[in-house]
């Protein structure tokens, strides 16, 4: 049985990989430019500004309330300099999975919308530096669930068979259809598009926060976004949400008023959030 | 309770609960004005397209919206005991009282 197991999830891992969208040439180009050390933001944004519906995209998000960039951020090389290549390849790739919001991605891109507020809001909250980068982690945590829907409809199907009939979480779904989740997939995509490690971890580890090794605080936000957006957006009939990893508050230092003031805030932030999200329609 | 809504719905009477404030970040208009046709034109021509609104709700009703979350909170924790779901639990369930019991009398 349990052999039987291990090569299913080594086919379904060359499937999900065979079937995943080539990236379009010029992320391409832009991501191997921004592997080299010492390279411009000017040089980035020339190339990533040849695809000029890409660039707009970009701007769109940065632009978004889960940034909360007080002024308009007009220029791609302003936005390089002001985030790091880091949350630039994160934007990159958000910019490609979440291209076509079409109805059945509404509701993955709503929640992605929502992770990333709350997860830059937690990050912000503690100084951390890198908000901007945990932000769009926020936003792509969920990426494999896109992969799935788009190029592995038949799994997908599957997985949504089982929620109808439980009334459980994605996460457990999932186990249930593919003996793994959403998490492990980030893991192979990550690795497949060579995202950089704290990116990589934020978004594998972010169930598993016991196995992010060299950026806890990165995993352990977006589990604790994660978490909160689905308690604040309980609805009737579906009671469901996922846990708080034990190592997460002793990792971020939370204390309960900490708690308490972050979701103040969330749920200040994420009225304006509710208009943005038709904007990217 | 504060409402979110597009400004082709804001009527004279109705009371801003947050700053409303332009791209650029300049406050256009403070928490606490209450909106008259000339200022929901004003608003409309500088391209604001939400505002944030006091709702006016009953004491009855804040309670029962509260009673509702409360119902929400207790189902979606019932299995979870983790020290940190539990606090979790307890910190939503301050919030959501405060959001709708604040301006009930005490």
Redesign the interface.
């Known amino acids: 049985m349990s052999a039987n197991e291990k090569i299913s999830k080594e086919a379904l891992k060359e499937k999900v990989l065979e079937k995943l969208p080539t990236l379009p040439k010029v992320v391409q180009e832009a991501w191997k430019l921004m592997e080299r050390p010492n390279v411009s933001p000017e040089l980035i944004s020339e190339v990533i500004g040849k695809d000029i519906t890409l660039t707009a995209k970009i701007l769109r998000l940065i632009n978004s309330p889960f940034y909360g960039f007080?002024?308009?951020i007009g220029s791609l090389k302003h936005a390089i300099i002001l985030l790091g290549f880091n949350t630039i390849r994160g934007l990159l790739i958000s910019s490609v999975l979440f291209g076509e919001i079409t109805p059945p991605l509404m509701r993955i891109w709503e929640h992605a919308c929502e992770c990333a507020t709350t997860a830059g809001i937690i990050a912000r909250q503690l100084n951390y530096k890198e908000a901007d980068e945990i932000t769009v982690a926020g936003l792509l945590h969920d990426m494999s669930k896109v992969v799935l829907k788009v190029y592995l409809p038949e799994i997908d199907a599957k997985i949504e068979i089982v929620k109808q009939k439980s009334l459980c979480l994605d996460y457990e779904a999932e186990k249930e259809v593919m003996g793994f989740a959403h998490d492990v997939i980030n893991l192979w995509l990550a690795e497949q598009w060579h995202f950089p490690p704290s990116l990589t971890e934020a978004l594998a580890y972010h169930h598993t926060v016991e196995k992010a090794k060299k950026y806890p605080q990165f995993a352990a936000i977006i589990n604790l976004a994660d978490?909160?957006i689905h308690?604040?957006r309980?609805?009737?009939g579906m009671?469901?949400?996922p846990?708080?990893?034990?190592k997460?508050?002793e990792i971020l230092n939370i204390f309960?008023d900490f708690?308490?003031e972050i979701?103040?805030t969330m749920?200040?932030t994420l009225?304006?959030l509710?208009?943005g999200i038709d904007e990217r329609k | 309770m504060k409402v979110c809504i597009p400004i082709e719905k804001a009527q004279p009477g109705m009371r801003l609960a947050e700053d409303i404030s332009n791209v650029t970040g300049m406050i256009l208009c403070r928490q606490g004005t209450i909106l008259t046709e000339t200022l929901i034109e004003r608003l409309k021509n500088a391209n604001v397209e939400k505002l944030i609104i006091e709702e006016f709700i009953s004491e009855e009703e804040a309670r029962k919206q509260f009673e509702e979350k409360k119902i929400l909170i207790n189902k979606a924790f019932a299995n979870k005991s983790s020290p940190s779901m539990q606090m979790l639990k307890e910190v939503f369930l301050k919030f959501w009282e405060e959001k709708y019991l604040i301006n009930v009398s005490k």
């Not at chain 1, 846990?243 to 034990?246: L, M, N, S, T």
């Open positions: 007080p002024n308009r978490v909160l308690v604040y309980l609805t009737p009671e469901v949400i846990e708080i990893h034990p997460t508050y309960p708690l308490f979701i103040r749920d200040r009225y304006n509710e208009w």
